[in-house]
């Protein structure tokens, strides 16, 4: 992909840091090649990245490093 589907800007290969949210659980997935627009930073994910993606999810129980990350709500 060469152009933002949304804004049209440029698009090019990055590492990204990917916070992916199944249910109420979310999982931070390090260092996941993406496509990202460099004018919005709309993140384009191929069929590799997915795959990397539904596996972390899958096995987020065994991961090695948690966060802790508080929960404010605006109401």
């Known amino acids: 992909m060469k152009t933002c589907y949304f ?11 990917y916070m ?10 390090k260092n996941l090649p993406a496509d990202v627009c460099e004018q ?5 994910l191929d069929a590799a990245a997915s795959h990397c993606v539904d596996k972390a999810l899958l ?3 065994k ?8 929960v404010v ?3």
């Open 40 to 44: 919005c930073g709309e993140v384009y």
């Open 73 to 75: 709500s605006c109401h």
């Open 63 to 70: 991961a090695k490093e948690h966060l802790h990350i508080p």
């Open 7 to 17: 804004c049209k800007g440029p698009v090019s290969r990055k590492t990204i840091d």
């Open 20 to 29: 992916a949210q199944h249910g109420n659980d979310y999982t931070l997935v």
């Open 59 to 61: 096995e987020a129980s």
